[in-house]
């Protein structure tokens, strides 16, 4: 498709059974209603970042599409619904992911992240109505930092520019082994952290504690979990609906966690290597080598 196309329009390849590959340019901004319905042979297809919007039913009976590559900035419900699809790749331009957006896609089982720092809200719900659905349809075991080797997020670090997380934003990622969740949170939505039960540490640097539903950890992590809090906080968070529940509570940040300390303190992570001096997207288990704003560099131990 050549780069003076601006619209696709409604229908434009309805139907196109054969049809099993196509390249978007980045000159489109508009992908009209049903444009790609019935392209039974599509197996994967890319949005580029100038796509400002896709019509209702643009991908319906798309039956073989199973990969999926975003690099618009908003995903809405566009693929709400259809169960070919086994992964999603969020490309770094993503700044927002409505509830629903993968609503129905019962084979979803792998997402992958480029770059979770750039994203404002993060949510992977799958009630149009924004309510939590006891029996999701939809959700993804494995969070991936990239797609070239497959490094399965076990380290979770919400970024500060997150104020909420999402209904269901991470349920059933049964890799996560530590959150981190940064002071910019205000809010966290119904069962986020719901079926992680591998869970050992939640550390929490929100000062100003709010009440979360009982359901945004499992049962497990409530009763396995360390919870670290900032220091001198214990009797908010004791007396917070949810945050409550868990047995091990220690006010102070564990061992691991020092490129948190450091941003706390001004200067942010610009870039991370592994034990070899390759980069990395994010904590791999194991050396990491960070350099900082500052000018500093660690190494750290990512257990």
Same mark, same amino acid.
């Given at each position: 498709?050549?780069?003076?196309?601006?619209?696709?329009?409604?229908?434009s390849f309805?139907?196109?059974?054969?049809?099993?590959k196509?390249?978007?340019?980045?000159?489109v901004?508009t992908?009209?209603?049903?444009?790609? @319905?019935?392209?039974?042979?599509?197996q994967?297809? @890319?949005?580029?970042?100038?796509?400002?919007?896709?019509?209702?039913?643009t991908? +319906?009976?798309?039956?073989?599409?199973?990969?999926?590559?975003?690099?618009?900035?908003?995903?809405?419900?566009?693929?709400?619904?259809n169960?070919?699809?086994?992964?999603?790749?969020?490309?770094?331009?993503v700044?927002?992911?409505?509830?629903?957006?993968f609503?129905?896609?019962?084979?979803?089982?792998?997402?992958?992240v480029?770059?979770?720092?750039?994203?404002?809200?993060?949510?992977f719900?799958?009630n149009?109505?924004?309510?939590?659905?006891?029996?999701?349809?939809?959700?993804?075991?494995?969070?991936?930092?990239?797609?070239?080797?497959?490094?399965?997020?076990?380290?979770?670090?919400?970024?500060?520019?997150?104020?909420?997380?999402?209904?269901?934003?991470?349920?059933g990622?049964?890799?996560?082994?530590?959150v981190?969740?940064?002071?910019?949170v205000?809010?966290?939505?119904?069962?986020?952290?719901?079926?992680?039960?591998?869970?050992e540490?939640?550390?929490?640097?929100?000062?100003?504690?709010?009440?979360?539903n009982?359901?945004?950890?499992?049962?497990?992590?409530?009763?396995?979990?360390?919870?670290?809090?900032p220091?001198?906080r214990?009797?908010? +968070?004791?007396?917070?609906?949810g945050w409550?529940?868990?047995? +091990?509570?220690?006010?102070?940040?564990p061992?691991?966690? @020092?490129?948190?300390?450091?941003?706390?303190?001004g200067?942010? @992570?610009v870039?991370?290597y592994?034990?070899d001096?390759?980069?990395?997207?994010?904590?791999?288990?194991?050396?990491?080598?960070?350099?900082?704003?500052?000018?500093t560099i660690?190494k750290?131990l990512?257990?």
């Amino acid at each position: 498709m050549p780069n003076s196309v601006t619209t696709i329009d409604d229908y434009s390849f309805f139907g196109c059974s054969f049809l099993s590959k196509i390249i978007i340019p980045n000159s489109v901004a508009t992908i009209g209603g049903h444009a790609f @319905e019935g392209c039974s042979n599509l197996q994967e297809i @890319e949005i580029p970042q100038s796509v400002l919007t896709i019509g209702n039913g643009t991908f +319906y009976g798309c039956s073989s599409l199973k990969r999926i590559t975003l690099n618009c900035h908003k995903v809405s419900t566009w693929f709400k619904g259809n169960t070919s699809i086994n992964t999603v790749i969020v490309g770094s331009t993503v700044t927002s992911i409505e509830n629903a957006a993968f609503n129905g896609c019962t084979s979803l089982s792998k997402v992958i992240v480029s770059d979770l720092a750039s994203w404002c809200d993060i949510s992977f719900g799958r009630n149009s109505n924004g309510s939590y659905d006891s029996n999701p349809l939809c959700y993804a075991h494995h969070l991936y930092f990239s797609d070239e080797d497959e490094t399965e997020i076990t380290n979770l670090v919400v970024p500060n520019s997150v104020t909420s997380i999402g209904d269901g934003a991470f349920y059933g990622c049964t890799g996560l082994t530590s959150v981190v969740i940064p002071n910019s949170v205000t809010s966290i939505g119904l069962s986020a952290f719901d079926g992680c039960d591998n869970i050992e540490q939640v550390v929490s640097f929100i000062k100003m504690i709010f009440n979360i539903n009982m359901n945004v950890f499992s049962d497990k992590t409530y009763l396995n979990a360390t919870l670290y809090i900032p220091e001198g906080r214990r009797k908010a +968070y004791e007396a917070a609906t949810g945050w409550q529940n868990f047995v +091990y509570m220690e006010e102070g940040v564990p061992d691991g966690i @020092e490129n948190i300390k450091s941003e706390v303190n001004g200067a942010i @992570e610009v870039a991370r290597y592994n034990s070899d001096g390759i980069a990395i997207n994010g904590p791999v288990r194991g050396i990491n080598i960070v350099k900082y704003s500052d000018g500093t560099i660690k190494k750290i131990l990512v257990r």
